[in-house]
């Protein structure tokens, strides 16, 4: 085993770790000396400083090369999504918790860092059982992220997260052992030798359900998603933004990897008329009943924090739809979609969060009269809503129009049979729908007037957490090839 | 000057409006006309320069934009799309000036205004499926933001309702193209590569209902009009012209250069259906304007019945029927926008009421006397007398109905008929009401401003131009019928 091209190609999770135990060994002097906690403001730089230099590292690690491990693999994908893991985990402590949830900044950044981490592992694994651990590192920091404010409220989000995810583990590891007694295979290039074209055997069937089951609770799929409003309304908006948009990422990518190249010949098939049982079918079925109960539920909040957690849900749904379809292309656009979804939805929640420190509390009335108190937040929330909702030229949109697209040219036969449409039809019809409850919102924002109009002060680092993402949609909205190009490249030549 | 300009001085006009400072606001305005202009003139260039030189190379912008799924940044006109730019420009221009007097957040008024604008210059300009998507769609928001921030009128009911109808068209037309792109191999979303494709006909049955409603929903066709009139009512004055002038071509532009070309047969299949709900359309409309008793709400369902006539010309399959749709959209572009323009701005800012009873207390004839003149040339261009735009494109209609399915005439007529007899009513009880002696001396009025004066002179011009002189109209438009686009549709039986 050569041990320094181990290191190289772990360089990345070990700057965080390291990271963090430094971290967590400053805050612990700190207290100590001062009988305070350490500042948020240093807790956030030091958290940035390590996330920044994983970044870096993961430019010495090898691109394409035989993994020093067996346990990891160094493709493309991996290397590609471990940078959207770490940006998307930088906005996320860039966006400051507020002051009287969170009393130990030391400990709470530490934490993200151990599950930006874990989520880091989990992209970088084809290994079932590394995955399966690496996803726990990343659930079990989660969990306490989710429950670290103290507040009854949090206690019960974080309750609520950890029961559903324990019970989705146990789900997913009894589903990779069915699979393992089948397939004698842990990795999934093992797996996809074992198999052959044509209906999978009925218990490794089942242990693909259970696997997706797992994934489904993770991804906040319907339905399976009766944690996310709690833990979304609950928890402190920093641990809410990683578990929207980091963990949701890595979600897509375990999906991608495990169906599309380990079961790729098992997708039975989705189409109208003409189903057999297969994982594709299983992912359509979710994702029609993500969409509609995401969307048809999301009409009905007052919260915007439980509004965003219904969105999520709705949005799982468009991915599923994308990832059914079993294509290159179809996920590639997947992809896209899943990292500008976490763009838009790390914004919203900062916007609330911002508010939420303002007026106390995230009700809908909470935000009339926005536009007059902040202009930099009114147009933030416009760009990220409008980018949920998928209206152009932001990057929601294009990835939205992509994955539809894709997903009917993947499983359209030449002869002219249409095959996924009642799916692609049924997503944009929902599409079309959740633009009433993201416009909801933005009528507060803008068209409702409210009597006090004195000019909101924002950090630093919360107005960087606004402005980069806001920034970013634009941009990929207008040159969605900067981002899509990446994926696909990444995306084939892990396919090969 | 390429068309293109079009494009570029309406966004570059939003992004200027809204990079203006705070105590610069005034200025929004004028930048606005500027950019209005600018583009108006770009199209008129781009216009002459057609007709002066027919057979020269059609401009066009082709740059790859998204490879992996064959999407292009392809720009394109014909004389169709001139056309129908040069009256995006005179609207616009005309909207401006009536919305002159906006102090209520002037910079974000103009910006999504310029938006709206740009998104309609696209529209007509993209020749990839996927573009012409993101400019219709860019139109949308804009939209809700006008009326709900500047409207009056039950603002924030009449603007979601017409942004979510708006919305669920564009879903249905997602699923066309999608579904088109698809079917096509799933390399290109090249318009031109989609019309030349042959889909099957089992396809084509299904698939253009489906496009065809979507951007059917836009052109206000009946039943799905219900947006239209209370959408126009809520509007502020500039966005019911916008609306109504040019935002409803948009749906009717797509179902003639879109969702025909494509799906041919399932046109054929389809057409009668189509020809049915714009007659229906045409007299529903105007008998329900007939009854209405605010004046805006009577502007907004005759514009349903007009928008029946473009409809209703498309489903002849006919040259002829096709040029008067087109004309008819020209038409009615600049009537609605200059109905819009004296009811919304002339009339409601002075009396603050557009209740035709109670206009008549104003004694109007008397008191505004240009407003009066102006609604009158007007109506005439609305009820379609000859010497007006609405003559020409009305009888190109009536011709091509005549040439496909001659019985379709007597509704048409009725509808004609109609359309006369409430645009009578509103024009005579809202500007010559009949006063007994004894009533009281009605108030005093401002008299008309100049970028009142300027825009109503505008629209009535191009109107009375185009109704005395149709011929450069119909010779751009029969340039854009003539393309290979429109063959499957006019050499079929």
């Known amino acids: ?496 | 000057m390429t068309p293109a300009w079009t494009l570029i001085s309406a966004f570059a006009g939003a992004l200027l409006v809204l990079l203006l400072p705070a105590r610069s606001a005034g200025m929004a305005r004028v930048v606005a006309l500027l950019a209005s202009a600018t583009g108006a003139l770009a199209a008129a260039a781009a216009c002459l320069a057609k007709l002066q030189h027919p057979d020269a190379p059609a401009w066009s912008f082709d740059r790859p934009w998204i490879p992996h799924l064959g999407i292009q940044f392809h720009l394109a006109a014909n004389g169709l799309s001139l056309s129908l730019l040069l009256l995006t420009g005179l609207v616009a221009i005309a909207g401006v000036l009536f919305s002159w007097n906006v102090t209520q957040r002037p910079r974000a008024f103009f910006a999504f205004f310029m938006t709206i604008i740009g998104g309609v210059y696209g529209v007509f300009l993209s020749r990839d499926a996927f573009l012409l998507f993101v400019f219709y769609e860019i139109v949308i928001l804009p939209k809700y933001m006008l009326i709900a921030i500047w409207g009056s009128t039950n603002r924030e009911y009449g603007a979601m309702k017409l942004t979510m109808y708006s919305i669920g068209s564009s879903a249905l037309i997602l699923i066309g193209l999608v579904v088109a792109y698809a079917a096509a191999g799933g390399t290109s979303f090249d318009l031109d590569f989609l019309a030349s494709y042959k889909y099957a006909p089992s396809l084509q049955c299904w698939a253009f209902p489906v496009l065809f409603l979507g951007f059917g929903v836009l052109a206000g066709m009946w039943p799905f009009h219900t947006w239209a009139p209370t959408g126009h009512v809520a509007a502020p004055t500039a966005a019911s012209m916008l609306l109504a002038g040019v935002v409803m071509k948009l749906g009717a532009y797509g179902a003639l250069c879109v969702a025909m070309p494509l799906f041919p047969q399932g046109f054929f299949e389809w057409r009668l259906v189509i020809a049915g709900l714009a007659v229906v359309g045409i007299i529903y409309g105007a008998l329900t304007a007939l009854t209405q008793r605010d004046l805006k709400f009577v502007i907004g369902y005759s514009s349903v019945s007009h928008m029946g006539f473009i409809l209703l010309g498309l489903a002849t399959a006919t040259h002829w029927g096709l040029r008067g749709g087109m004309l008819q959209m020209i038409s009615h572009g600049i009537v609605a926008g200059l109905l819009f323009g004296i009811a919304g701005r002339v009339v409601y800012e002075r009396t603050h009421t557009r209740d035709l009873t109670a206009l008549g207390a104003f004694d109007l004839w008397r008191t505004l006397p240009g407003a009066a003149f102006a609604f009158t040339l007007a109506t005439a261009a609305s009820m379609g007398l000859p010497g007006f735009s609405g003559f020409v494109a009305e009888i190109s209609v009536g011709i091509g109905v005549w040439e496909s399915d001659p019985w379709l005439i007597v509704p048409v007529a009725v509808g004609i008929i109609v359309t006369g007899a409430f645009s009578l009513r509103a024009m005579h009880r809202a500007f010559f009401p009949v006063r007994d002696a004894t009533a009281a001396a009605a108030p005093m009025l401002p008299p008309l401003t100049w970028p009142e004066i300027s825009a109503i002179a505008l629209l009535i011009s191009v109107s009375l131009a185009i109704g005395v002189y149709p011929l450069p109209w119909v010779t751009l438009i029969d340039d854009g019928l003539n393309s290979p686009l429109f063959h499957s549709i006019l050499a079929l039986p």
């Open chain 1, 1 to 496: 085993m050569n041990y320094y091209a181990l290191f190289l190609q772990l360089l990345p999770e070990a700057v965080l770790v390291i990271t963090a135990l430094v971290l967590l060994g400053v805050a612990v002097t700190i207290e100590a000396k001062t009988r305070r906690p350490i500042a948020m403001e240093w807790a956030i730089a030091i958290s940035c400083v390590g996330i920044v230099g994983a970044c870096a590292a993961l430019n010495f690690g090898p691109a394409h090369a035989e993994s020093a491990s067996t346990l990891l693999v160094v493709d493309p994908l991996a290397r590609v999504f471990k940078a959207v893991v770490l940006g998307l985990g930088l906005l996320a402590v860039l966006l400051p918790p507020a002051q009287r949830e969170i009393s130990q900044p030391g400990e709470f950044h530490a934490l993200m860092l151990f599950a930006i981490t874990g989520l880091l592992l989990t992209v970088g694994t084809d290994h079932l059982l590394f995955l399966f651990v690496a996803l726990e590192l990343a659930s079990l920091s989660m969990y306490l992220l989710a429950g670290f404010s103290r507040s009854a409220k949090a206690a019960e989000a974080s309750l609520k997260y950890f029961l559903f995810g324990g019970v989705s583990a146990a789900f997913f590891l009894f589903g990779l052992s069915l699979i393992y007694g089948f397939c004698h295979a842990l990795t999934v290039p093992a797996i996809a030798a074992a198999l052959t074209a044509g209906p999978l055997p009925p218990f490794a069937a089942v242990g693909l359900l259970m696997v997706i089951v797992g994934l489904g609770f993770k991804l906040a799929a319907a339905p399976f998603h009766y944690w996310a409003p709690d833990v979304y309304q609950g928890a402190p908006a920093t641990s809410v933004a990683l578990i929207a948009a980091a963990s949701k990422a890595v979600g897509a990518v375990v999906l991608v990897r495990l169906l599309l190249l380990g079961f790729r010949e098992c997708a039975g098939s989705a189409v109208w008329g003409l189903m057999h049982p297969g994982w594709a079918l299983w992912l359509a079925v979710l994702a029609a009943v993500s969409m509609i109960l995401g969307n048809v539920l999301a009409l009905a909040q007052t919260s915007v924090r439980r509004l965003l957690a219904y969105s999520a849900v709705a949005n799982t749904g468009y991915l599923l739809v994308a990832l059914s379809a079993n294509g290159e292309y179809a996920a590639g656009a997947a992809l896209f979609y899943v990292v500008v979804y976490g763009l838009a939805t790390f914004g919203a929640l900062a916007v609330t969060a911002a508010v939420e420190q303002e007026r106390g509390d995230d009700s809908l009335g909470a935000f009339a009269g926005l536009v007059h108190r902040s202009p930099l937040q009114a147009l933030a929330l416009l760009v990220f809503l409008t980018s949920l909702a998928g209206v152009p030229p932001l990057a929601g949109f294009a990835g939205k129009f992509m994955m539809f697209g894709a997903a009917m040219a993947e499983s359209t036969t030449p002869q002219g049979t249409p095959g996924l449409t009642w799916l692609v039809g049924l997503a944009a019809v929902m599409s079309a729908i959740s633009l009433y409850y993201y416009l909801m919102l933005l009528k507060q924002a803008f068209v409702r007037e409210d009597a006090d109009a004195t000019p909101v002060e924002l950090s630093t680092s919360h107005r960087l957490a606004l402005l980069i993402p806001a920034v970013l949609l634009v941009a990929l909205g207008l040159f969605p090839a900067l981002l899509l190009s990446p994926l696909t490249r990444a995306l084939q030549l892990t396919f090969l």
